[in-house]
């Protein structure tokens, strides 16, 4: 795996395979906390929200939905 230069970052965002478990454990924490701990509630709303702005794209011509990924090096 390649690693960044040192003061060089990269980010690879994802729903996909592995990141989407830490997604679904954030809204699992909060039900099974009986709703008290709104930090993590908070944390998946953030996540979905950025889901839509960012990852969440339409296909051509038929306006199919589908959840992407974006790599910035």
Known sequence: KEKPERGHSYS????????????????????QGDKHDTHYREM?????????DVLL??????GLA??????DR
């Open 12 to 31: 690879l965002l994802t729903f996909g395979g592995n990141a989407d478990s830490f997604y679904e454990y954030m809204l699992k924490l909060w039900l």
């Open 44 to 52: 998946y709303d953030e996540s979905i929200d950025g889901l839509h």
């Open 57 to 62: 794209s339409y296909s051509k011509p038929h």
């Open 66 to 71: 589908y959840v992407g990924m974006k790599n």
